[in-house]
């Protein structure tokens, strides 16, 4: 169901990869709310991935930008104020990656060349992404700009490896960019610490299917969908929350502040 919450308001979603992809879920409802949006992504996502579908649906403009690299994000920022005819009013970072993860090396053996581009395209490209941005003076007063993270920023997951420490650096970046970008010119700088969700990505990690059980027997509202995830992320686009900024906003229904759940106890005592 529309509210309309985003009428009349332009934004820039990366990391639509699939009909999986928690960015996808947000472009979807960025439009339904009245939203116009421009998709973006790296080449290998684009050819990887479905975007052009969701593009379809959308009726959006594609723009291919790396997010690791300056040049491809400030033309991707200046191309879209271009395209839009004026500044941007929302922004959501979706994107994550761990060589280490993907190659199964342990957080006891990593290797420091795949940790350093790990960290570079999951959370250095976020501060990247608030620098152009904020440079080329491209989000108008009291926008909104959100990437999501992960409670293992919080705490120890063995199996999620060193994309914890990128998860870390992520909201630490919305932090400290959040003041600055919020004394210059009112701009809202958060992050969504997202319950497990089967997407492309999080299926990669050892043991998902397991986790992402617990994580639902442990909160007591459930694992939170991405679908819903996708509606929180509007809200927080949307002039409703013009005052949250600087924040690691939990959307997990109810698991970072469980210690343990009755479903839990009773499934060990069956053991």
């Not at 879209?80 to 005819?85: L, R, T, V």
């Not at 992402?212 to 509606?231: H, I, M, R, T, V």
């Amino acid at each position: 169901m529309s509210h309309n919450l985003l009428q009349g308001k332009k934004g820039i979603i990366f990391g639509a990869l699939d009909s999986r992809s928690i960015a996808w879920k947000v472009a979807l409802e960025s439009i339904a709310n009245g939203a116009d949006i421009i998709l973006t992504n790296a080449p290998i996502a684009l050819r990887m991935g479905s975007i052009h579908e969701l593009a379809k649906k959308c009726n959006s403009k594609i723009i291919t930008a790396d997010a690791t690299s300056l040049e491809d994000l400030n033309k991707l920022f200046s191309d879209s104020m271009e395209y839009f005819g004026g500044k941007i009013d929302f922004v959501l970072h979706s994107i994550g990656m761990s060589v280490n993860v993907r190659k199964k090396r342990k957080y006891t053996d990593l290797n420091y060349d795949f940790l350093m581009k790990g960290l570079d395209v999951s959370a250095i490209s976020f501060h990247k992404m608030l620098q152009v941005a904020f440079k080329l003076d491209a989000i108008n007063d009291f926008g909104s700009i959100l990437a999501l993270s992960y409670i293992a920023a919080q705490r120890t997951f063995p199996d999620y490896n060193d994309m914890a420490d990128n998860k870390a650096y992520l909201e630490s970046v919305a932090r400290s960019f959040g003041y600055h970008y919020g004394k210059h010119n009112k701009v809202r700088i958060n992050t969504i610490s997202q319950s497990p969700t089967i997407t492309t990505a999080g299926s990669g990690v050892t043991g998902f299917d397991a986790f992402f059980e617990y994580a639902n027997k442990l909160s007591p509202l459930g694992n939170a969908s991405s679908e819903d995830c996708a509606k929180y992320c509007v809200a927080l686009f949307s002039e409703y929350t013009k005052s949250v900024t600087m924040q690691n906003l939990f959307h997990d229904g109810g698991f970072s502040r469980t210690g343990v759940s009755k479903d839990l106890i009773d499934m060990l005592k069956n053991k």
